[in-house]
Structures are given as structure tokens and as C-alpha cells.
Nanobody, 125 residues
Framework: QVPLVESGGGLVQAGGSLRLSCAAS????????MGWFRQAPGKERVFVAA????????YYADSVKGRFTISGDGPRNAVYLQMNLLKPVDAAEYYC??????????????????WGQGTKVTVVS
């Protein structure tokens, strides 16, 4: 069973918006934070945004600052990504993940313990 389930992906025109959701699926665990990553075809998975539950801190990749907003519900292990002013370069498979170790760097995929299967975002110009 996939521990995290993403939803909300789809096709949108450049300049449009999408809201991605991610929630734990049938599994109980405690996390220190959650993050979003994306992977375009033929490219590596890269950091998009993360949130640390203890202090409510949020982190963003430079490429999405000012356009994307991460939020979430720690006790429910749910995280959301509001994406505005989407660009064709934002098109990718988006994955959520959870930090189970209280990692110091939430931008590194290896620091996350559980992942979802992804939701596809397509942006057309």
C-alpha cells in the first residue's frame, strides 16, 4: 500500500493555477515535516517546497518562490501545494514525501522516508 497519495494534478494553461494535495493512506506514522518534489521526463527529481511542522517554517526552490505556497496539517500528515502563475517549465510529475528523521536539510530527497506515487502536472502555453 502506498503510504502517501497525491492528487490535484492535471492540464492547465500557462498562467493558470493548480492545487496539489497529499495525504497519508491507511498508515499511522509521525513526521517532522513534508515536502514536494518534481521530476520532468529524463531529468532528476528536484526539490520544490517543504514545511517543517515544529516551527511552521516553509522552504522553497528559487524557481517557485512567489508563485507556489506550501501548507499542511502535521497531525494528519497532509500537505498541499498551491501553484499559481504556472509556466511550461513547471510541467512534471509531482511527488510528496515525509521526513521521518527531523532532517536538517529538507531539500535533499534522500532525507525523506516515505513517498507518494506522484501526480502529473502539464502546463501548455
Amino acid at each position: 500500500q502506498v503510504p502517501l497519495v497525491e492528487s490535484g494534478g492535471g492540464l492547465v494553461q500557462a498562467g493558470g493555477s493548480l492545487r496539489l494535495s497529499c495525504a497519508a493512506s491507511g498508515r499511522t506514522f509521525s513526521s517532522y515535516g513534508m515536502g514536494w518534489f518534481r521530476q520532468a521526463p529524463g531529468k532528476e527529481r528536484v526539490f520544490v517546497a517543504a514545511i517543517r511542522w515544529s516551527v511552521g517554517s516553509t522552504y522553497y526552490a528559487d524557481s517557485v518562490k512567489g508563485r507556489f505556497t506550501i501548507s499542511g496539517d502535521g497531525p494528519r500528515n497532509a500537505v498541499y501545494l498551491q501553484m499559481n502563475l504556472l509556466k511550461p517549465v513547471d510541467a512534471a510529475e509531482y511527488y510528496c514525501a515525509t521526513d521521518l528523521k527531523d532532517s536538517s536539510n529538507l531539500e535533499v530527497p534522500a532525507n525523506y522516508g516515505l513517498w507518494g506515487q506522484g501526480t502529473k502536472v502539464t502546463v501548455v502555453s
